[in-house]
């Protein structure tokens, strides 16, 4: 193994530019990988070492390195530092990867080569789906699943507890009630793999090919996606800034057998449903006999008063059902969420999640119920949710000191995503062109609409910008915006 | 926490009964519990000393404590010892729980109460789904699990690795090659939850409704489920001693668009598919247009040579689908399986992946994958294979000795199970229920055949039986025939 434990006198920083040091740091670094100066799997120094060399904080070091990582051109693995990549990318692929204009919708396979070991993914900056993954507390985890995985406990081993680990069914009932408001035996509580699996095992369940599903416009891709495979009728009802149009959706689709709904935070706008249509929405499932879903799938991050509770906390939600996530509370990659079923039809779903395969592994539930039960679950919410108020906070204020002039805030009182009007002139498809460029993720509100005309507005995702990221990267969505607007003068 | 330490004086043991003396303790204790004499939560003695007071091994109180276990009369915590139930059955429930006459196929929900702490389930003895519990290396999974909990790795925690973690796919496809025979491209390999989920999955992609669908009979009864919620036209097609009736398949079906098949050990029969029928199969495909999914389900575990290879292993085999998990050679709860797919239809199967969420915890994959990658896999599976060896010559040897002149054992090459055919006057389902009474888990062949005539024979599964209970299992089964054939006689 190659070694580079010597500190490097090739970094000089200049600082009091514009460009932040850790950038400066990152450059230089990146510099020497793509010139061989830096040979694959060579350790870096350890971020102490380089920040004492330089004169710089220990964070300044840290946040370059974790570009680094992010970009595919270091790695880390626990005990033996970080190293320079192996798999190094091409440096044209390389500059171009850094966030592909295009972006996919939530949940799409990331672009590049399925197969990299350290793949790099889109930046950070300012992705809408992903939580903030610094914030995890990885080493708890890592000791309850290791707990979870030696149970000699027959139950933790063979096919049992179908539908989901019997405790964590438990854990979710408890904290649904105590932190949502919603009340359900356990039973009730059906465990899957994802969001997206939940809602087409619940489609596939309550509804019959042709019948008709309303979706929200702009929505969740995958609900479509989810919904479509089961040769369902997919139909679009407008949102506006009280959430989907429920007078719309009772006039037009009267007969529709699903209304699959983001009410607490409507995707992609985070918008509230109003009172006024919860209760219309409820009595159109009494009267129509149809099935609201509703995808709660961060409702846990709300910032300002009111709170809104689930749909399903409400009198008369006997037709809704329930759809949370891990992903946003906990990390995606555990890949656990779950429904509240209907009493009477907990056998259809447990059946139907064996054969869709949507359980996740017996030890990933026993984990995640740990976790509940000891209370590392509520405390991290409630350490998140400050979190997330801070980068929302930071997000806003950078935004309106450096794109006052351009950019119209909508409010954002809940969610980890800001929307930002754009002025006609100035196309969101382009900016997020030119903010691809830039090393950021900046997605148009547009790819999120059925039908035209869709809002010209950025999505911009705060929740796994680290804090210190954010002002430098508002600082190259506005360079990107600069580039956009003289490209469309030309 | 009441406890239970002083040595009980109520265990008297007779040695030199026909019971053994396991069993003893199990039904002195058993009969302390229902009684109150031992309440709930109390502690029993450690095995150790138990073992010393009654002057026995203590491999028999182990024996017993594990029955008792098993049962759901007691549960361990580890560090803690074991404990009496806190949730005791009732003794009714407890008497007729111990194996329901009615065995559902594999992988169906455990009967009895969902959210029971510790499920008892059915009995071990003769579960013919269940691999070898007693031998999963616990430790190594846990501490394996706990390293790949704590990566810092930015793609170990947020949505990467749709369709698989990249690792695992690439430990799959050489484990494929070099123990298999089958070459294919890791990115080939698709990552799913269970072999069901992985059915579903090609069938929802490559079959449309109102498609052919053909299954064996006797047949893995969630394959026809997986399909027929596709709204797939499900035709049975018969097997004999050489695999599933290829002439029938390309008479009766030429335009069949998938054959669902298991080549290496027919589920529930065991025979393998002849030379002959594989390239009969095989050249079908290629005529009509047809797709094989190949459930290659427990193949790793054949006694005799030659050891059949998969299908997808054969010359002109680019039609076949091959499926395989790791519920067997590893341990059912991890639920992680996968299919090789054709080049081309990558995106297309890790797109309907996520839609079913069937996608496993990356946390679980990577564990899956360092077992693989630091050996413990294949270790594990040579060692099991002799263990299953063993176990099933002492099945087939106690049931010759004990039962030589009532049943006629089917050669039984490979996999975790023996058919033991039954003469006409003894119906397979009047014994099964009789072994149900003796704690007995007892299939009739009859339950996975879609058609009449079923053949009259019990389903004996061994893999999950340690060594010592076979032959007082096979004594029960023994008293169950007896039984069942003094009612018919009545």
């Not at 992010?70 to 440096?91: F, H, K, N, Y």
């Not at 929505?219 to 089961?230: D, F, I, P, T």
């Not at 369902?232 to 009280?242: K, P, T, W």
């Amino acid at each position: 193994v190659a070694r580079y434990r010597a500190l490097p006198d090739w970094i000089v920083l200049r600082p009091g530019t514009a460009e932040p040091l850790y950038r400066q740091i990152y450059r230089r670094i990146e510099a020497a990988i793509l010139e061989g100066k830096l040979p694959p799997d060579s350790i870096l120094p350890s971020s102490r070492d380089l920040a004492e060399h330089l004169g710089v904080s220990r964070m300044t070091v840290v946040n370059a390195y974790e570009w680094l990582i992010a970009e595919g051109l270091a790695a880390t693995r626990p005990g033996s530092g970080i190293r320079v990549a192996v798999d190094q990318p091409a440096p044209e692929a390389h500059r171009s990867r850094a966030g592909p204009a295009e972006r996919s919708p939530p949940g799409t396979p990331h672009p590049g080569h399925p197969l990299r070991m350290h793949p790099r993914g889109p930046a950070l900056a300012f992705q809408p789906d992903t939580p903030a993954l610094d914030q995890f507390p990885r080493q708890v985890w890592a000791r309850t699943l290791k707990r979870c995985g030696c149970s000699p406990e027959r139950d933790m081993l063979d096919y049992g507890h179908r539908g989901g680990y019997a405790p964590l069914r438990q854990m979710i009932a408890r904290y649904l009630i105590s932190s949502r408001g919603v009340g359900c035996d356990p039973s009730q509580v059906i465990i899957v793999g994802s969001i997206p699996a939940a809602i087409h095992l619940a489609a596939a369940i309550l509804a019959l090919p042709a019948d008709v599903v309303a979706l929200e416009d702009p929505g969740y891709s995958w609900a479509r996606k989810a919904v479509e495979r089961l040769l369902l009728n997919c139909e679009h009802v407008a949102v506006d800034d009280h959430g989907i149009r429920v007078d719309e959706l009772v006039q037009r689709l009267p007969h529709a057998r699903i209304a699959c709904i983001t009410p607490c935070h409507q995707w992609p706008t985070g918008v509230s449903l109003s009172a006024e249509r919860r209760s219309d929405l409820l009595a159109w499932t009494r009267t129509a006999g149809a099935w609201v879903l509703e995808d709660d799938y961060d409702s846990e991050f709300h910032f300002e008063l009111p709170v809104p509770r689930p749909l399903k906390a409400d009198a008369g939600s006997e037709r809704v059902i329930l759809i949370g996530g891990f992903a946003r509370t906990l990390v995606p990659s555990i890949r656990c969420a779950y429904l509240v079923v209907p009493a009477g039809l907990e056998d259809a779903f447990v059946e139907q999640v064996i054969i869709l395969g949507a359980e996740p592994s017996l030890h990933i539930q026993a984990a995640v119920a740990e976790f509940m039960k000891e209370g590392h679950f509520t405390r991290h919410i409630q350490r998140v949710r400050k979190v997330y108020r801070t980068r929302r906070d930071a997000l806003q204020r950078a935004l309106t000191e450096m794109l006052g002039g351009i950019v119209t805030l909508r409010p954002a009182a809940g969610g980890l995503q800001v929307v930002a009007d754009l002025p006609a002139h100035l196309a969101a498809e382009a900016v997020a062109r030119e903010a691809a460029k830039r090393a950021l993720t900046v997605r148009a509100l547009s790819i999120h609409y059925a039908r035209q005309p869709a809002a010209n507005a950025l999505h911009l995702g705060f929740g796994a910008v680290p804090d210190a990221e954010i002002e430098p990267a508002v600082r190259r969505l506005a360079e990107a915006i600069d580039a956009a607007q003289r490209t469309g003068l030309q």
